[in-house]
């Protein structure tokens, strides 16, 4: 399904089914809460990349809680991220089909069962932009319901069923904010939580890969590009997913990818099966052995991570690779523009954010369901400029690159 279609089923049929529950919730009268929880559904639908700033979340969980079984409700394209991260048992994943309507209310309804059968304590819902997954949150039949809510302030309508209804809070990082809802889970203040909250539990954890693995994705590489067998590799991800507004311009990614092959370096563009015409034209601008079009060519995440132990660096728009990075030792630029890095900046130590706070930057909000007022000139990213990311780049790179591309001289 498209965004925008998913926009307006969350808006036309979103808002009455919430409003409904809470109404048939205020009837009910109060459910007995358990304290403290033996099962617990974290609710997580959203971007793969989202799962990783979650990662604190599963760990404090299961350091408050380490008798609970904890579940996870996602969509199944997410999948495989949350099993690279090992926080909970793979049988104790439930997912949804959203690349249709049907699917996904085929999916729905056998999860609501699953749900309902497993007498779920508490759920955590990590959603920022969409009201079905509190629906689920209610639907699951647990008594104690922890979720983002607007309380006085602007924002989406999900309904007054939230129990335990956590404040978002646009000036704390979002990993933060995470936090904050297991805390909820017992808080007795309105809104929850209303003291320090403690320091985080830890990073994200670094994948371990065994060398062999590590080399034959680079064996492989090789086989397929010679050009690049011995040559620093930079990987560009030019795409903006489901949100072209998050990219920065495809002609600074020319020149970007231009310079560093005249500089001696190899570039990889990278991106999913569907960014192989966008990942060409930059193949094609530069003209270049030593250029590579990488789009759908790793078939999985877990390949992709692997193949980030054989680059020296990733410049990426704000977007999901830039937090898998963050799981490797893989110095990473990110973009960010309609978003801001005080939210959503990646959590490991190896990485820099470029953002340009223009007084409409960010414009991608949870108040307004990430539909941008721009008019698509997003000058937040467009006043980066290439030479601002091409210093840094070569700050990040260390050593002078190896002998200039013959071929781009």
């Not at 011995?230 to 507004?245: A, Q, R, T, W």
Request: charged letters at 20%; aromatic letters at 8%; one cysteine or more.
């Amino acid at each position: 399904m498209n965004l925008k279609f998913q926009r307006a089923v969350d808006r036309y049929a979103g808002v009455p089914i919430c409003a409904l529950l809470s109404l048939l919730e205020r009837f009910r009268g109060k459910a007995p809460l358990a304290a403290p929880p033996k099962k617990i559904l974290v609710i997580l639908l959203s971007e793969m990349g989202s799962l990783v700033l979650a990662h604190p979340m599963f760990a404090r969980l299961k350091q408050r809680y380490p008798e609970a079984s904890i579940y996870v409700l996602q969509f199944a394209k997410n999948r495989e991220v949350l099993d690279l991260l090992g926080v909970i048992p793979e049988e104790n994943v439930l997912t949804l089909d959203d690349g249709s309507l049907g699917g996904l209310v085929r999916d729905s309804l056998s999860a609501i069962r699953t749900l309902r059968a497993l007498r779920i304590d508490a759920v955590i819902d990590c959603e920022l932009f969409a009201r079905i997954s509190s629906i689920f949150s209610w639907l699951s039949g647990a008594p104690l319901r922890v979720g983002f809510h607007r309380h006085t302030q602007e924002g989406l309508y999900r309904g007054s069923f939230i129990n335990r209804p956590v404040m978002y809070n646009p000036y704390r990082h979002l990993s933060h904010q995470f936090l904050t809802m297991v805390e909820a889970l017992e808080s007795t203040t309105m809104p929850p939580v209303k003291f320090l909250p403690e320091p985080d539990p830890c990073k994200p954890p670094q994948l371990v890969f065994a060398p062999q693995e590590r080399e034959e994705v680079a064996a492989q590489l090789h086989r397929d590009f010679p050009a690049i067998s011995d040559k620093k590799l930079v990987l560009v991800y030019p795409s903006g997913g489901i949100l072209p507004i998050r990219a920065w311009p495809l002609e600074n990614y020319h020149r970007l990818c231009k310079t560093l092959l005249d500089e001696g370096y190899a570039v990889a563009i990278t991106g999913m099966k569907g960014d192989q015409p966008l990942a060409q034209t930059i193949v094609d601008h530069c003209q270049s052995a030593s250029c590579i079009n990488l789009a759908g060519y790793t078939k999985s995440v877990r390949q992709l991570l692997a193949l980030f132990h054989r680059a020296s660096l990733l410049v990426t728009n704000d977007g999901g690779p830039g937090q898998f990075a963050a799981l490797t030792p893989l110095p990473t630029i990110t973009f960010f523009g309609p978003e801001t890095p005080l939210l959503y900046q990646p959590l490991g130590t190896n990485g820099y954010c470029f953002h340009q706070p223009l007084p409409c930057s960010p414009c991608l909000t949870a108040y307004n369901h990430r539909s941008s007022p721009c008019d698509g000139d997003n000058q937040c990213l467009k006043q980066i400029t290439t030479e601002q990311v091409l210093a840094k780049a070569r700050e990040m790179l260390g050593a002078t690159a190896v002998a200039p591309d013959r071929k781009s001289a």
